[in-house]
């Protein structure tokens, strides 16, 4: 790993967010805007971009490391629903509710793809995409239920299968085991819109920094949850992988996206039901901004 090129990238993507909380505080970004860069991402330029990330020569290792990857990311999904439901039960309710979605549900859709990519290149970016399957899921099913009544089983299964962004994993992964040459102005056009993904979603992370005053924004549970999010969980799937031999750029990949800060959503669904909104805003912008630091150091340590 070339560590220049890292350094070169976390600057990259802390300008972006700067440019987010500048247009945001300017007025230029809106809050309406904020939901609209949101579905921006979602629909369009996230999907394009995990769609790319398949268009390689495809072989029996390849499919290897997806098993591999897949199994690594769902027991990393496993151990955080275990630790959310006992490491926070003598914290209010409100907060304890947005601990646990934070725990389980971290911010790796957005910021894990561009950090993938730029350390791993193409090949991580395909692995990251694979890793987010099974945190999809939680996010559908587990991860909303502490903050609502669990969902019927009927309505998990249509919100995970019809996500975009599993779309278009099931989209490139057709690409990438037929390996059918689509139409190259088709293709021109995927790569360029994915390309926009670490520009669009790094400025949208500056928007929701933008709304959160940074005084008085530590106490103990945000340390702790801090800790949790940044380094032990991402710290444990180092151990693990070590343990049983991963293949270094699988347990790269799984490493850095494990350590991703909390995701925006947490604070949104907070908001709207019933959670402590404001601690989880706390929450978001503590981790995202400490993320700028402890994913180099990560990144060195690998």
């Known amino acids: ?12 993507l802390f300008l972006l967010v700067a ?121 559908w099913s587990a991860g909303v239920s502490y903050f609502t009544e669990s969902p019927d089983r009927k309505t998990i299964v249509k919100k995970v299968m019809t996500h975009p962004c599993i779309i278009a994993v099931y989209i490139g992964m057709f690409f990438l085991i037929t390996q059918i040459q689509m139409p190259l102005f088709l293709e021109h056009t995927i790569r360029g819109v994915g390309g926009c993904t670490t520009t669009v979603s790094m400025v949208l992370i500056g928007t929701i920094l933008a709304e959160v005053k940074l005084k008085s924004i530590l106490d103990w549970g945000i340390v702790k949850y801090t800790v949790i999010r940044l380094f032990f969980i991402p710290l444990l799937v180092f151990l693990s992988c070590r343990l049983f031999s991963v293949d270094p750029m699988l347990l790269g990949v799984s490493v850095l996206l494990a350590g991703m800060p909390a995701g925006s959503t947490t604070a949104i669904l907070a908001a709207k039901y019933g959670g402590d909104y404001i601690f989880a805003t706390k929450c978001v912008v503590v981790t995202t901004l400490l993320s700028l630091v402890t994913i180099p150091l990560w990144c060195m340590f690998l």
Request: glycine share 8%.
């Open 19 to 139: 440019a987010g909380i500048i247009l945001r505080k300017q007025g230029i970004l809106h809050e309406e805007a904020k939901a609209v860069l949101t579905d921006l991402v979602i629909y369009l330029i996230l999907p394009c971009n995990i769609i790319s990330s398949f268009l390689i020569e495809f072989n029996i290792t390849v499919l290897k490391k997806f098993a591999v990857i897949l199994v690594i990311a769902t027991l990393i999904q496993v151990v955080c629903l275990f630790l959310a439901n006992v490491l926070y039960n003598k914290e209010e309710e409100g907060r304890k509710k947005v601990l646990q979605y934070g725990t389980v549900c971290s911010n790796a859709g957005f910021m894990g793809n561009p950090i993938a990519e730029g350390v791993y290149g193409a090949q991580g970016l395909m692995f990251a995409s694979i890793f987010l399957i099974p945190q999809r899921i939680v996010m």
């Open 1 to 12: 790993m070339d560590y220049s090129s890292l350094m070169n990238l976390q600057g990259m």
